[in-house]
């Protein structure tokens, strides 16, 4: 906890006189520097003071006229701000690694409680503990699972505080909550039993806070271009390469979206106008990027091209790695009538609040020929060795419950404090 906080040393006295004369001295002991300006303004009010002389340190006439005497003279005892001063309110929320902030001050006195909503729901409750170390101002924060509150609204932050004058006061900000799942399913695979993967995705991850974006028919390279703009979770099913993937059975030129370019259809060039400047979430479109893809086609994952869905990579909270944000792909040939059993092994994990990590390694040990299997290049070899199923970027990246950047859940699940 930041703060100011320390003890008013023994025999420190106020010689205070009073409107009509008559001095009072009162003798400090041992309180705490809330306690003593608590005393100092009591004695103040009751008694008309219009001057004190302080026996003891500079630092403890510094806080006297920096504390109560900005009180008296402003008559602002405590302020409330979201976020916390020197952050900025984010565009958005979105993912799982979403953040709020707030903060309370008090100007004399000091702070014995704090708490933090988001979306209506208490994340953080500061209390004073009743001991000798006191604070004046109060930062809470937390990161959490925006899935958790409801896609296109708007999120209240809202800090509450009091001081032990039980002043208080409170501050709010807002900021819209996008979470859309977009999925694709070539028309040529509804035909196949087993080949429905886009709508195995849509109804695995029903009412679990994604606004649903399915096509099993009919989408075009214009429409995979527009709306990659806020997918949070991009899933294709579809014929395929490393560097390409179509959206109709013949697969013609005119068919044909890239991961990068030089086509003018491609994922990197579509990640970087939707983002527009700046990063996550402050950049300047106000939409925000892909945290997870998967790729169902052929040969997709040799390399790592179709990575660029995750443009622009880094956060504006850190820009030393890709965090929380992840590509699934198949280095070989896949089938379809096993589209279903893919998403399955994935997305029964994932939808949970599982890892990538965790889901990844729970397909290869449970994936066998008795339950959805699901096999590559052969009919006969099953997929149980990870280098069979290639991640790319944030292996600890999460579609539901908070962030953690490991393979353990927080305490409350969809929220944790900073």
């Not at 705490?32 to 630092?59: H, I, N, P």
């Not at 490393?242 to 005119?254: I, N």
């Not at 479109?285 to 869905?309: E, K």
């Not at 990579?313 to 280095?331: H, N």
Request: aromatic share 12%; charged share 15%; hydrophobic share 40%.
């Amino acid at each position: 906890m930041r703060g100011t906080d320390f003890l008013i040393p023994s025999c420190v006295c106020l010689n205070f006189t009073t409107e009509n004369s008559e001095a009072s001295t009162s003798c400090v002991g041992s309180w705490s520097s809330g306690e003593f300006l608590a005393r100092a303004l009591d004695m103040q009010q009751k008694g008309g003071c219009t001057l004190f002389l302080v026996y003891g340190f500079r630092w403890l006439l510094h806080l006297l006229l920096t504390g109560m005497l900005a009180h008296l003279a402003l008559g602002q005892p405590i302020e409330a701000r979201v976020p916390v001063p020197g952050s900025a309110m984010p565009l958005y929320f979105s993912g799982t690694e979403a953040r709020a902030s707030g903060w309370v001050k008090t100007r004399v006195s000091y702070m014995v409680e704090a708490k933090l909503w988001v979306g209506g729901f208490l994340v953080q409750h500061w209390q004073y503990d009743g001991g000798p170390i006191v604070v004046f101002e109060v930062p809470l924060a937390v990161m959490f699972d925006s899935s958790h509150l409801t896609h296109g609204s708007q999120a209240t932050v809202r800090v509450w505080g009091r001081d032990n004058l039980d002043n208080q006061i409170e501050a709010e900000n807002s900021a819209v909550v996008l979470n859309r799942l977009v999925a694709y399913n070539l028309s040529e695979f509804n035909g196949y039993d087993g080949g429905r993967g886009a709508q195995t995705v849509s109804i695995m991850m029903g009412n679990q806070g994604y606004f649903q974006y399915v096509l099993t028919s009919g989408w075009t390279r214009d429409i995979v271009a527009e709306q990659v703009k806020n997918s949070g979770i991009h899933y294709v099913n579809s014929h395929g390469h490393e560097v390409l993937h179509a959206h109709t059975v013949d697969t013609p030129a005119g068919s044909l979206f890239f991961a990068k370019p030089p086509n003018a259809y491609n994922y990197e060039s579509s990640r970087w106008t939707h983002n527009g400047s700046g990063l996550p979430p402050f950049n300047s479109t106000g939409l925000p990027p892909v945290q997870f893809a998967m790729f169902d086609i052929c040969d997709g994952g040799p390399t790592n091209q179709f990575s660029s869905i995750l443009v622009p990579y880094y956060d504006a909270y850190d820009q030393t790695k890709v965090t929380d944000q992840a590509t699934v792909m198949y280095p070989g040939a896949i089938f379809i009538d096993e589209g279903e059993s893919r998403i399955y092994w994935w997305f029964k994990a994932l939808r949970v609040g599982k890892t990538v990590d965790v889901a990844k390694r729970e397909f290869l040990e449970g994936n066998s020929e008795e339950d959805h299997p699901v096999h590559i290049d052969e009919a006969t070899n099953l997929v149980d060795e990870p280098y069979e199923v290639n991640v790319f970027g944030d292996v600890d990246t999460r579609i539901k419950k908070v962030y953690t950047g490991n393979n353990f859940a927080a305490a409350a699940q969809w929220y944790r404090p900073l």
